[in-house]
């Protein structure tokens, strides 16, 4: 089972910015999920990047605003959040799984423990 650390969270105001990190080791073959729980809600996939990085997805809440990237020799893969509303205040997970398919959890074997991000003024 692969480790993945999440990093970035923090408090921004709305309309502000923030990139969240992805830190794994041997990944190279994985696909990579953003997804993210706020209180009281189900958790919800955010965005995906399949191995080679050739296909992402992203929700539709998110289209136009997050960008999902990943860098291989690195080993790092991110999520570039613009323009961000308070209703994408959640704990961001970020996770591996054999295949991105539709972006959905069931399909992400390993999790980070999460970074939070609050979108308050």
């Known amino acids: 089972q692969l480790q993945l650390v999440e990093s970035g969270g923090g408090l921004v105001q709305p309309g502000g910015s923030l990139k969240l990190s992805c830190a794994a080791s041997?990944?190279?073959?994985?696909?990579i999920g953003w997804f993210r729980q706020a209180p009281g809600k189900e958790r919800e996939g955010v965005s995906c990047?399949?191995?080679?990085?050739?296909?992402?997805r992203a929700a539709d809440s998110v289209k136009g605003r997050f960008t999902i990237s990943r860098d291989n020799a690195k080993n790092m893969v991110y999520l570039q959040m613009n323009s961000l509303k308070p209703e994408d205040t959640a704990t961001y997970y970020c996770?591996?799984?054999?295949?991105?398919?539709?972006?959905?959890?069931?399909?992400?074997?390993?999790w980070g423990q999460g970074t939070q991000v609050i979108v308050s003024s």
């Open positions: 990047i399949s191995s080679t990085g050739g296909r992402t």
């Open positions: 041997g990944f190279d073959y994985f696909a």
């Open positions: 996770a591996a799984g054999p295949f991105m398919r539709l972006c959905t959890a069931r399909d992400f074997t390993s």
